[in-house]
């Protein structure tokens, strides 16, 4: 039930492990919350609004010079957008009949634990021996606000503006408030953030938040770190957000758009889970064990709509757990060793343990950091913010966590992923050959500072 990240891939291995499957889907096209309105368009934006930023402030500087003015055409560019996602969903429909899968549109509400009622251009009823939730998730807001989707909006409107804001505010300094943040900032908009914890991106390494604050400000974001918003209001054309800083002294912020990005919430809306005899927790989510099954021993649930990140590569590998526990097989999941990133640039990712979870977990730990201003391949491509920190027990050298900030960070976290999963020290990752000139020596070096404080290039 659900046809993002986690639901197709779910439906993908069940019927590759020769299951009969259907997914259900309430929504014209597949892919869900990720490729639709989320991770995938997000990205396509980022890309463009990088080029158009390059060619107004770096291309001189490389020798490439444009004669008259570099003009954004925002419709161009959403419909660009647009294209990648449809491109993207299409790719999904192809995917559902190489696999033989029966695609239902329409809402899914549980009859009974075995009977699935689709309310779509016609309403059908289905028998199922096992389902699995991936109903996802929503954008969450605060009671006070009201979302008009014209000025007070959520990432879902901010994909598709008419119009380049003068001034966004940005409620919530997390990952997809940074990320479309960046989008209008560099084509041309004023962008304050306001965040109720005392750093944007709180739940990431505090050496991570520290360093990409540094930079946000260096590209000329407002933070407004240690900020509680009371309350959202539309006037006309104008939004004023009223909050209180740390202080307690009212703070009044003054914009043309207001983006609320305060976290997601669990979608169950229209499930009936209740009919199913399925149980909730407090926060709406769906209640599993570790085998991602709920209480009723015929459905499981994956993704959103459980506990852990929200995440779409988590979505995939709990959908592929599943899938293989029906088959009778027993899979694993390491959820210290799922990834995060943050798609701004310079990029962010993690993997493992932050240093305040290993210092409140009385961990003996040993760091090892290096610059990335250190690299030959970050100076030729003049992408030399950030740094490589990894973290490794100081007894065993085991590494015990990644954190980065840099250019392309999205796709070197994964070298640290396979590391941990193979529970490699710091002195094996090391003693690893890296290509020269590449990002990614920069872990090579972070690694030999973590092993015996013998990075070679600083």
Same mark, same amino acid.
């Given at each position: 039930?659900?046809?993002?990240?986690? #639901?197709?891939?779910?439906?993908?291995?069940?019927?590759?492990?020769?299951?009969?499957?259907?997914?259900?889907?309430?929504?014209?096209?597949?892919?869900?919350?990720?490729?639709?309105?989320?991770?995938?368009?997000?990205?396509?934006?980022?890309?463009?609004?990088?080029?158009?930023?390059?060619?107004?402030?770096?291309?001189?500087?490389?020798?490439?010079?444009?004669?008259?003015?570099?003009?954004?055409?925002?419709?161009?560019?959403?419909?660009?957008?647009?294209?990648?996602?449809?491109?993207?969903?299409?790719?999904?429909?192809?995917?559902?009949?190489?696999?033989?899968?029966?695609?239902?549109?329409?809402?899914?509400?549980?009859?009974?634990?075995?009977?699935?009622?689709?309310? #779509?251009?016609?309403?059908?009823?289905?028998?199922?021996?096992?389902?699995?939730?991936?109903?996802?998730?929503?954008?969450?807001?605060?009671?006070?606000?009201?979302?008009?989707?014209?000025?007070?909006?959520?990432?879902?409107?901010?994909?598709?503006?008419?119009?380049?804001?003068?001034?966004?505010?940005?409620?919530? #300094?997390?990952?997809? #408030?940074?990320?479309?943040?960046?989008?209008?900032?560099?084509?041309?908009?004023?962008?304050?953030?306001?965040?109720?914890?005392?750093?944007?991106?709180?739940?990431?390494?505090?050496?991570?938040?520290?360093?990409?604050?540094?930079?946000?400000?260096?590209?000329?974001?407002?933070?407004?770190?240690?900020?509680?918003?009371?309350?959202?209001?539309?006037?006309?054309?104008?939004?004023?957000?009223?909050?209180?800083?740390?202080?307690?002294?009212?703070?009044?912020?003054?914009?043309?758009?207001?983006?609320?990005?305060?976290?997601?919430?669990?979608?169950?809306?229209?499930?009936?889970?209740?009919?199913?005899?399925?149980?909730?927790?407090?926060?709406?989510?769906?209640?599993?064990?570790?085998?991602?099954?709920?209480?009723?021993?015929?459905?499981?649930?994956?993704?959103?709509?459980?506990?852990?990140?929200?995440?779409?590569?988590?979505?995939?590998?709990?959908?592929?757990?599943?899938?293989?526990?029906?088959?009778?097989?027993?899979?694993?999941?390491?959820?210290?060793?799922?990834?995060?990133?943050?798609?701004?640039?310079?990029?962010?990712?993690?993997?493992?343990?932050?240093?305040?979870?290993?210092?409140?977990?009385?961990?003996?730990?040993?760091?090892?950091?290096?610059?990335?201003?250190?690299?030959?391949?970050?100076?030729?491509?003049?992408?030399?913010?950030?740094?490589?920190?990894?973290?490794?027990?100081?007894?065993?050298?085991?590494?015990?966590?990644?954190?980065?900030?840099?250019?392309?960070?999205?796709?070197?976290?994964?070298?640290?992923?396979?590391?941990?999963?193979?529970?490699?020290?710091?002195?094996?990752?090391?003693?690893?050959?890296?290509?020269?000139?590449?990002?990614?020596?920069?872990?090579?070096?972070?690694?030999?500072?973590?092993?015996?404080?013998?990075?070679?290039?600083?």
């Amino acid at each position: 039930m659900g046809s993002g990240p986690g #639901g197709y891939v779910a439906a993908i291995r069940c019927a590759q492990l020769g299951m009969k499957t259907a997914i259900i889907e309430k929504y014209a096209t597949l892919g869900g919350t990720c490729l639709n309105v989320g991770c995938i368009p997000s990205k396509a934006l980022l890309d463009s609004s990088h080029h158009y930023e390059d060619a107004v402030k770096h291309f001189e500087e490389h020798g490439i010079e444009i004669h008259g003015d570099v003009k954004v055409n925002l419709e161009k560019m959403i419909a660009r957008k647009q294209a990648v996602v449809d491109q993207t969903t299409g790719g999904i429909d192809f995917l559902m009949k190489k696999n033989k899968i029966d695609v239902y549109q329409g809402l899914g509400s549980f009859k009974d634990a075995t009977h699935i009622i689709i309310t #779509g251009e016609q309403t059908t009823e289905i028998e199922a021996k096992n389902t699995i939730i991936a109903t996802g998730s929503k954008p969450s807001s605060l009671p006070f606000i009201n979302i008009d989707k014209e000025r007070i909006i959520t990432s879902t409107e901010a994909l598709k503006l008419k119009e380049i804001p003068k001034h966004l505010i940005v409620i919530g #300094g997390g990952v997809i #408030g940074l990320e479309l943040g960046q989008v209008y900032k560099r084509l041309g908009a004023e962008v304050s953030v306001v965040e109720y914890a005392d750093r944007i991106v709180p739940t990431m390494d505090a050496g991570v938040s520290k360093e990409l604050n540094k930079v946000l400000k260096k590209q000329k974001f407002k933070i407004n770190a240690s900020h509680k918003v009371k309350s959202v209001e539309r006037v006309g054309d104008e939004v004023i957000v009223k909050a209180d800083n740390k202080k307690g002294e009212e703070v009044e912020f003054k914009g043309d758009y207001c983006l609320v990005s305060v976290g997601r919430r669990p979608y169950t809306d229209g499930l009936n889970a209740e009919a199913a005899g399925v149980k909730l927790d407090e926060r709406g989510r769906v209640e599993v064990n570790d085998h991602l099954q709920t209480n009723v021993s015929n459905i499981y649930a994956i993704g959103d709509v459980v506990k852990g990140a929200m995440l779409a590569h988590k979505a995939e590998e709990e959908g592929v757990f599943v899938a293989e526990i029906l088959a009778g097989q027993k899979p694993h999941i390491d959820y210290n060793l799922i990834p995060g990133v943050v798609y701004t640039w310079p990029e962010v990712a993690a993997v493992g343990k932050t240093e305040e979870q290993l210092k409140e977990a009385g961990v003996d730990y040993k760091v090892g950091q290096f610059p990335m201003r250190a690299l030959g391949r970050a100076r030729a491509s003049m992408d030399i913010d950030g740094f490589v920190k990894v973290l490794a027990d100081k007894n065993t050298d085991e590494i015990l966590g990644v954190h980065m900030v840099g250019a392309r960070a999205a796709d070197m976290i994964a070298e640290a992923v396979v590391a941990m999963e193979y529970r490699a020290s710091a002195e094996d990752v090391s003693r690893m050959s890296h290509a020269h000139p590449t990002f990614t020596e920069a872990i090579k070096e972070a690694a030999l500072a973590a092993t015996d404080d013998r990075a070679l290039h600083v």
